[in-house]
Nanobody, 122 residues
Framework: QVQLVESGGGLVEAGGSLRLSCAAS????????IGWFRQAPGKERIFVAG?????????ADLDSAPGRFTVSRDNAKNTMYLLMSNLKPEDTAVHYC??????????????WGQGTRVTVSS
């Protein structure tokens, strides 16, 4: 069983950047595909980006997210990152990470952590 803890959120002005971290403990992190999800107020949680054990990445089409967001991993630190640049107010949400199926990018758990809150002011 792997445990994931998100951090790095905060308040930032539009156009700014944040780097979120997802720290893992438990199972061999390097073998896992991990995804970032976000849930905006009053909306469902959606997939944002993910990275396979192989390093292959995928991004949702969220206001040019593939150009604004970069997902990466450091297996030596058991940590995955989401660098978000040129942030927009519509990126305001609680962000979560989770183990995902490497082909569907759907989460493989129904138990979510506390997430990390990102607030973008206009």
């Amino acid at each position: 069983q792997v445990q994931l803890v998100e951090s790095g959120g905060g308040l930032v002005e539009a156009g700014g950047s944040l780097r979120l971290s997802c720290a893992a403990s438990g199972r061999d992190f390097s073998t896992l595909s991990i995804g970032w999800f976000r849930q905006a107020p009053g909306k469902e949680r959606i997939f944002v980006a993910g990275i396979r054990a192989s390093g292959v990445t995928a991004y949702a089409d969220l206001d040019s997210a593939p150009g604004r967001f970069t997902v990466s991993r450091d297996n030596a630190k058991n940590t995955m990152y989401l660098l978000m640049s040129n942030l927009k107010p519509e990126d305001t949400a609680v962000h979560y990470c989770a183990v995902v199926n490497p082909y569907s990018w759907r989460e493989t758990t129904d138990s979510w952590g506390q997430g990390t809150r990102v607030t973008v002011s206009s």
